[in-house]
């Protein structure tokens, strides 16, 4: 069953000469339980490509349906209740909460939507990824590795029907590197997830169900 779809995708940004094309005409369709990479050089497109299908920026045209739900009908609002609901992000940059310590980074998403927390279930996040010792840690205390294990714990922690990641693997040692493609597959495999990874690592992308590549804001086919 299709989870993602997305129908020629344009985004532009400025306008007259300053006109610049980020992604053209790309269309894809992801079905329940694919690990998905997204590879090309820099520039390519990849990052916006994943910010559009994750409702982080409207697109000029094209669609993109979740669940057969239409992002581009859904209000602002709307919106961000069905992303925090649905999808789960992997930040480059981590975009963990400064004020807030790693347990309460991991289940923000969670509290922010009433819902309860499934104390096992992040117990065994938190495990898998090595934070036992770093949970009362202030984010400005981590180094740049643990910050993306908690970011990763993050996204995966509301059990979110897609995963969205920007180069989870690009700040940890290959040890790790090797056990986060694991959680990353098994939320795809075993879970039913829509996993969408964008990567530089080749190790990464070849244990991928699905390799994607963009050239020229295009998928090449």
Known sequence: MSILKAENLVKIYGQGENEVKA????????????FVS????SGSGKSTLLNMLGGLDRLTSGDIYINNKKLGDMKDEELTIFRRRNIGFVFQNYNLVPILNVYENIVLPIELDGMKI????????????????KLTNMP????GGQ?????IARA???K??????????????????????????????KHG?????????????????????????????
């Open 160 to 189: 979110p029907a897609i995963i969205l990641a920007d180069e989870p693997t690009g700040n940890l040692d290959s040890d790790t590197e090797e056990e986060i493609i694991e959680i990353l597959k098994t939320s795809a495999h």
């Open 147 to 151: 910050q993306q294990r908690v970011a």
């Open 118 to 133: 499934d104390e096992e279930y992040i117990d065994s996040i938190i495990n898998t990824l090595g934070l036992n010792q």
């Open 193 to 221: 997830k829509c996993v969408i990874v964008v990567t530089h690592s080749k190790d990464l992308a070849n244990k991928s169900d699905v390799i994607l590549e963009l050239k020229d804001k295009k998928l090449v086919l």
């Open 38 to 41: 997204i590879v090309g050089s």
């Open 23 to 34: 992604l053209n005409n790309v269309s894809l369709e992801i079905e329940e339980g694919e």
């Open 156 to 158: 995966i922690a509301t």
């Open 140 to 143: 400005n205390n981590l180094s």
